[in-house]
T-cell receptor, first 118, second 116 residues
Framework: AQKITQTQPGMFVQEKEAVTLDCTYD???????LFWYKQPSSGEMIFLIY??????QNATEGRYSLNFQKARKSANLVISASQLGDSAMYFC???????????????FGKGTTLSVSS | DTGVSQDPRHKITKRGQNVTFRCDPI?????LYWYRQTLGQGPEFLTY????????KSRLLSDRFSAERPKGSFSTLEIQRTEQGDSAMYLC??????????????FGPGTRLTVL
């Protein structure tokens, strides 16, 4: 079973509109972290936002917010007031603590391509 | 620039040749990760180090792949006898240590490998 599922291969939005990118995850560990990364066409992975499993409030970072619904195991990214520069691939990822103190690497979804038009 | 750096940025090689990539992490980060990303997919974990110790290797890391981090600073990833299926972007990331789930991984710009 996939650990991270992103069901939207592509999303289209106009400038200044809000957009929600979906992410569901699967883990049996009560302690985990959820991340969203942006990957523009240049290739670098840019960290956007983090949500810990024990965080009571939804994470926010500027125009980015994470709609965390723990019971549904979803961690959707909401981008408000889209800009042309938001056009990129967006990846949801999860990190579990793992069996050792070293933890585990990130597990990524397949990504969603966001296209913002003027 | 104090971010993660990777060298080279692009590598074109012929099938059967060996290639080596280098990653320089953020200086105070003791964890270093290697990922591979093929076109249209998310990054897939290959291996990671805590200081100089290689703590985990993915099943994706065949015996043609070897990674080192000799002094706990920079790391190298070598692919021997390259195959066309090795063509991908190889990403390096670093983070602080600790068992907490939150340790943001900072990614380098990647090395794009093309095997002809």
């Amino acid at each position: 079973a996939q650990k991270i599922t992103q069901t939207q291969p592509g999303m289209f939005v106009q400038e200044k509109e809000a957009v929600t990118l979906d992410c569901t995850y699967d883990t049996s560990d009560p302690s985990y972290g959820l991340f969203w990364y942006k990957q523009p066409s240049s290739g670098e992975m840019i960290f956007l936002i983090y949500q810990g499993s024990y965080d009571q409030q939804n994470a926010t970072e500027g125009r980015y917010s994470l709609n965390f619904q723990k019971a549904r195991k979803s961690a959707n990214l909401v981008i408000s007031a889209s800009q042309l520069g938001d056009s990129a691939m967006y990846f949801c990822a999860m990190r579990e603590p793992g069996p050792t103190s070293a933890g585990t690497a990130l597990i990524f979804g397949k990504g969603t391509t966001l296209s913002v038009s003027s | 620039d104090t971010g993660v750096s990777q060298d080279p940025r692009h590598k074109i090689t012929k099938r059967g040749q060996n290639v080596t990539f280098r990653c320089d992490p953020i200086s105070e980060h003791n964890r270093l990760y290697w990922y591979r990303q093929t076109l249209g997919q998310g990054p897939e974990f290959l291996t990671y180090f805590q200081n100089e110790a290689q703590l985990e290797k993915s099943r994706l890391l065949s015996d043609r792949f070897s990674a080192e981090r000799p002094k706990g600073s920079f790391s190298t990833l070598e692919i021997q006898r390259t195959e066309q299926g090795d063509s991908a972007m190889y990403l390096c990331a670093s983070s602080l240590g600790g068992r907490l789930a939150y340790n943001e991984q900072f990614f380098g710009p990647g090395t794009r490998l093309t095997v002809l």
